[in-house]
Nanobody, 123 residues
Framework: QVQLVESGGGLVQAGDSLRLSCAASGRAVYTNTMGWFRQAPGGEREFVAAITWSGTSTDYADSVKGRFTISRDNAKDTVYLQMNSLKPEDTATYYC????????????????WGQGTQVTVSS
């Protein structure tokens, strides 16, 4: 059984940084493309970033390009999302996703999901 567990969320001020972690266990989900999505209160879940199993290719939503960086450490079965220059509009529950075949912004192509970690950015 695959399990993804996010951590690292919290309450920060605008301009601050946070690093989210997603620890994977179970099947070799870490060999697949992993991603981060987020859902703001009252909003739909949206794509944030994705990374291939090798870590050599990444994709980002336009809203986070230049501020967020996705990375992975396959030896630790962990994916990270470094978030810099945070803005109040980044406030959301952030979800780790895994099991996609390739880089994809469509959440339906990810097989596995974590429970989410809350990020709140105050102005």
């Amino acid at each position: 059984q695959v399990q993804l567990v996010e951590s690292g969320g919290g309450l920060v001020q605008a301009g601050d940084s946070l690093r989210l972690s997603c620890a994977a266990s179970g099947r070799a989900v870490y060999t697949n493309t992993m991603g981060w999505f987020r859902q703001a209160p009252g909003g739909e879940r949206e794509f944030v970033a994705a990374i291939t199993w090798s870590g050599t290719s990444t994709d980002y939503a336009d809203s986070v390009k230049g501020r967020f960086t996705i990375s992975r450490d396959n030896a630790k079965d962990t994916v990270y999302l470094q978030m810099n220059s945070l803005k109040p509009e980044d406030t959301a529950t952030y979800y780790c996703a895994g099991g996609a075949v390739r880089l994809d912004q469509y959440q339906g192509r990810y097989k596995y999901w974590g429970q989410g970690t809350q990020v709140t950015v105050s102005s």
